[in-house]
Nanobody, 121 residues
């Protein structure tokens, strides 16, 4: 059983910073990618950022230049550094990890429970 746990959300003023962490545990696996989605009330869930095990990154246009995704594969950890936060960044941020397991073909995606980020104006 794989557990994915986010931490680091909270309330911050516009222009401030937060760092989200994502920890995967519970089984023997290899991480192919770690990333973050967010969902604001009344809006569709959107991909914020992701990073592959090889270090390739992708970002939503709305966060480029402000957010940085990183990972420590050896520790099964992912991070999202969020700077210059705006009220429109307010959402529940969920981490995903794409994993492979020995003797199982394919990649499976596992999700955390989400963490609330609120940016006040």
């Amino acid at each position: 059983q794989v557990q994915v746990v986010e931490s680091g959300g909270g309330l911050v003023q516009a222009g401030g910073s937060l760092r989200l962490s994502c920890a995967a545990s519970g089984s023997t696996f290899s991480i192919n990618a770690i990333g973050w989605y967010r969902q604001a009330p009344g809006k569709q869930r959107e991909l914020v950022a992701g990073i592959s095990s090889g270090g390739s990154t992708n970002y939503a246009d709305s966060v480029k230049g402000r957010f940085t995704v990183s990972s420590d594969i050896a520790k099964n950890m992912g991070y999202l550094q969020m700077n210059s936060l705006k009220p429109e960044d307010t959402a529940v941020y969920s981490c995903y990890v794409d994993l492979t397991f020995a003797l199982i073909i394919g990649i499976t995606r596992h999700w955390g429970q989400g963490t609330q980020v609120t940016v006040s104006s």
